[in-house]
């Protein structure tokens, strides 16, 4: 099929299925590239501002799995990218958000390549409330394993809390914390967005142990689901004095 319609085809569909399952939906505050509005849109929440019986409605969540397309990121001794494990875990949060009644985006919801300004103006662009980075630790000693949420050095309260939240996400689903920390290199993503923003290495792609939850689907469906327990609870915590 000729690119052009099938692209227009992608783009009816998903503004139709946004309008069946949306009302009072607030409009993005700044237009993005239409293809970035056919991928958002299968992921925008079914009522994303419900506020009477509990729902969330201070702002919204960037979900940004790591690398895509050309990108691999790391790889695991099985030869699984780096970029496929981020990618099913972010799916897997973005179906829990959308439980939740969380307004969200994802820079990519399938394995395509996003360069981080990009990624990055996604969340400035949107005004987003958090952006939140999955990735995978890559080396390490072989002791070395567990999961590590990183804010940038300097970042505001809100982006030390959400670490701090996210973290408590994944221990409740029991994975081991190995850091919560400032990062002393310059993370793009991290130091470029508007809003709180922390990343999160699920796990050392070097560890059998971390490596065999990161790999597997139930161990991906785990961490999204401590990733979304993070956001939510985030959200409730900067919910008042908005
Ligand atoms: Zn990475």
């Known amino acids: 099929m000729n690119r ?60 940004d799995p790591g690398h895509g397309g050309s990108d691999p990121g790391t790889h695991g001794p099985d030869g699984v990218d780096e970029k496929t494990i981020t990618l099913a875990v972010g799916r897997d949060a973005a179906l829990e958000l959308r439980r939740k009644h969380v307004h969200f985006i994802m820079t990519r919801d399938k394995d395509k390549y996003v360069s981080l300004p990009r990624r990055v103006a996604i969340a400035n662009r949107n005004r987003a409330a958090l952006f939140v980075s999955l990735h995978c630790d890559e080396y390490g000693y072989q002791s070395m394993h567990g999961f590590t949420v990183i804010y940038a050095q300097g970042a505001s309260r809100n982006s030390r809390l959400a670490a701090r939240l996210i973290a408590k996400g994944l221990e409740e689903q029991h994975f081991y914390c190995h850091a919560v920390r400032a990062e002393t290199r310059h993370l793009y993503v991290l130091d470029k967005t508007n ?23 139930p161990g991906q469906h785990r961490l999204a689901q401590g990733v979304a327990r993070g956001i939510v609870s985030y959200l409730h915590h900067t919910k008042r004095g908005r």
């Open 195 to 217: 809003c709180p923003a922390v990343l999160v290495e699920m796990g050392f792609m070097s560890d059998p142990g971390d490596f065999g939850y990161l790999r597997t689907r």
């Open 4 to 63: 052009t319609v099938l692209f227009s085809m992608v783009v009816l569909l998903a503004v139709a299925a946004g309008q069946r399952f949306t009302h009072r939906r607030p409009k993005p505050q700044t237009a993005l590239m239409a293809s970035d509005m056919a991928s958002v849109k299968r992921f925008q929440p079914m009522n994303a501002t419900h506020s009477r019986s509990g729902g969330l409605t201070n702002g919204l969540v960037v979900l």
